[in-house]
């Protein structure tokens, strides 16, 4: 099957792999403004069928980008879109947790992971993978995971920056403003419950 994001297509695989849905073309343009004109590295978390990652290697030819997914059928599938792009040598598909496999110090992450608390039932993502979308708690583990990581100045340039989305926005952070990110993530969530 196929799907239309920011004006490519894609293959996708539904009920094995998220679908792209149009609220995640708001974290590509945002992402798009961060790359600017300069070699950057991007990563992308939680990948899925690989769109943000494609996308943001065939607009921005001086990027070089990895896309991380802990599913296998995610990883293939973005292995896939990438090679139907043309920019399999640059976007890097890898398996694991986060930015666990991946080397050295990245300037950009993006990623749109799982948030919603697994106690809910949003009927929207019925025909998704449940761990493509829901996570224990107050579902934000995988957030503050990530927020954690990119802490760690091994895994992020000093002028590096996030940037997620979340309940359709996508919510921007440089360095030092990950731990303002992370309250207001759970200032939302608190609200919502
Ligand atoms: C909401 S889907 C987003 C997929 C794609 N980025 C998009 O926007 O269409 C979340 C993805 O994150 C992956 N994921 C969840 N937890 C992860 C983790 N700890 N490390 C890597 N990937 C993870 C899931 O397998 C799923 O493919």
Known sequence: ME??????????????????????????????????????????????SGVIAVTLAVRNPQAEVWAVDKSPDAVALARENARRHGVADRVHVVEGDLLEPVPGRADLIVANLPYLPDSLHDPRYDTEPPEAVYAPGDGLD???????????????????????????????ANCWQLEDLRRQLEEHQQAAA
């Open 3 to 48: 799907t239309t994001f920011c004006n490519l297509s894609f293959t996708i695989a539904p009920g094995r792999v998220f679908t792209p849905r149009p609220a995640t073309e708001r974290l590509v343009r945002t992402a798009d403004e961060l790359i600017g004109d300069e070699p950057k590295k991007v990563v992308d978390v939680g990948t899925g």
């Open 142 to 172: 995988p957030y503050r995971r990530l927020l954690n990581a990119c802490r760690d100045g091994k895994l992020v340039t000093p002028g590096g920056a996030v940037v997620i989305q979340f309940h359709r926005e996508a919510l921007v």
